[in-house]
């Protein structure tokens, strides 16, 4: 059975950091892409960055360039989102997702498979 278990969402100021963890269980964790997602209330899920686990390739959507950042450790079968300079507009359910997207589409919430239950993100100006 997948299991994705994010955690570490919560409350930060404007310019704050924090930092998303997920737990990745059942699998096959090195041949997969693996996503962080995010959904505000009323808007669309959008993709935020994504890594290939085999390789380490990584994309991240323009809105957090230079901000964000993914990382994995494979030992421990886990991915990680450090956020930075955090923004109000950032506030939103972010999501773990695991999948085998076309490496055209590594940004594309409909190519993943796996998700997550989310945890809230909330940026305050």
């Known amino acids: 059975q997948v299991q994705l278990v994010e955690s570490g969402g919560g409350s930060a100021q404007a310019g704050g950091s924090l930092r998303l963890s997920c737990a990745v269980s059942g699998f096959s964790y090195s041949s997969a892409w693996m996503g962080w997602f995010r959904q505000a209330p009323g808007k669309e899920r959008e993709g935020v960055a994504a890594?290939?686990?085999?390789?380490?390739?990584?994309y991240y959507a323009d809105s957090v360039k230079g901000r964000f950042t993914i990382s994995r450790d494979n030992a421990r079968h886990m991915v990680y989102l450090q956020m930075n300079s955090l923004k109000p507009e950032d506030t939103a359910k972010y999501y773990c997702?695991?999948?085998?997207?076309?490496?055209?589409?590594?940004?594309?919430?409909?190519?993943?498979?796996?998700w997550g239950q989310g945890t809230q993100v909330t940026v305050s100006s």
């Open positions: 890594i290939y686990i085999g390789t380490g390739s990584i």
């Open positions: 997702a695991a999948g085998r997207p076309p490496a055209s589409l590594p940004l594309q919430p409909a190519t993943y498979e796996y």
